[in-house]
């Protein structure tokens, strides 16, 4: 299975996962993922303020941790980008945005961890990888239909790991197989050579 191919796969079973929790926070009512909510206007009204009489000001808003710059837009552009792509430009990105390390953003971290998991095998470091690009990225304060994604694309990073797991194990099981086979072809071997030995000293001795 080439990579775009992968990557459709691996965007489907996204797709149907957020179809089946409706219940989930920022899932609607027909099960689709939420799109981002509305950027709140400068003239809004502050959450906080402070209590008549009390002479003081409320505290500043803590500003919002960087996972909260998700948003499914971007999302859903980098989907659509992904699967567009050639395994050569997908290889490519992936190592453009390895190279940002510490650098990237909630997006980037998105963005590799879909490449590792839309590959045809994901090898068990690479699920492993996934995992640790997303952790943390379901923070309440993320775009709920963002949080939900990314909440899905941990349950599908945890499937292939263990998907990785099984296949490490059984090409372990096989190449022992393979060795036991080997090693029971030179015992048959060496037990037809010893017969013919056997039936020459026999055939020697005879008058």
């Known amino acids: 299975m080439n990579h775009s191919r992968r990557a459709v796969v691996v965007l489907g079973c996204l797709l149907a996962a957020c179809a089946r929790m409706p219940g989930a926070p920022g899932g609607s009512a027909s099960g689709t993922c939420a799109p981002a909510p509305a950027v709140r206007s400068a003239s809004a009204p502050r959450a906080a303020r402070a209590a008549p009489g009390s002479g003081t000001t ?3 808003a803590a500003a919002p941790a960087a996972s909260s710059a998700l948003h499914m837009t971007p999302i ?6 992904v699967g567009a792509q050639t395994q ?4 490519s990105d992936e190592q ?19 490449l ?3 590959r045809a095998k994901p090898s068990v470091e690479q699920a492993n990888q996934a995992l640790d690009l997303l952790d943390g990225l379901d923070h309440p304060g993320v775009d709920p239909g963002a949080r ?11 499937q292939t790991l263990g998907l990785a797991q099984l296949r490490t194990e059984l090409g372990r099981a096989s190449r022992q197989v393979a060795d036991l ?27």
Request: hydrophobic letters at 40%; glycine letters at 4%.
């Open 76 to 81: 859903g552009d980098m989907l659509r980008h």
């Open 96 to 114: 453009r945005l390895r190279k940002l390390a510490a650098a990237r953003n909630a997006q980037q971290r998105v963005h590799l961890a879909y």
């Open 181 to 207: 086979q080997d090693k029971i072809a030179q015992i048959k071997n060496l037990e037809v050579q010893l017969q013919d030995r056997r039936n020459q000293q026999g055939q020697g001795s005879s008058p």
């Open 58 to 60: 409320a505290a500043p």
């Open 88 to 91: 050569a430009e997908a290889h």
């Open 148 to 158: 939900q994604f990314v909440r899905v694309l941990q349950r599908l990073a945890r």
């Open 116 to 118: 590792l998991l839309a």
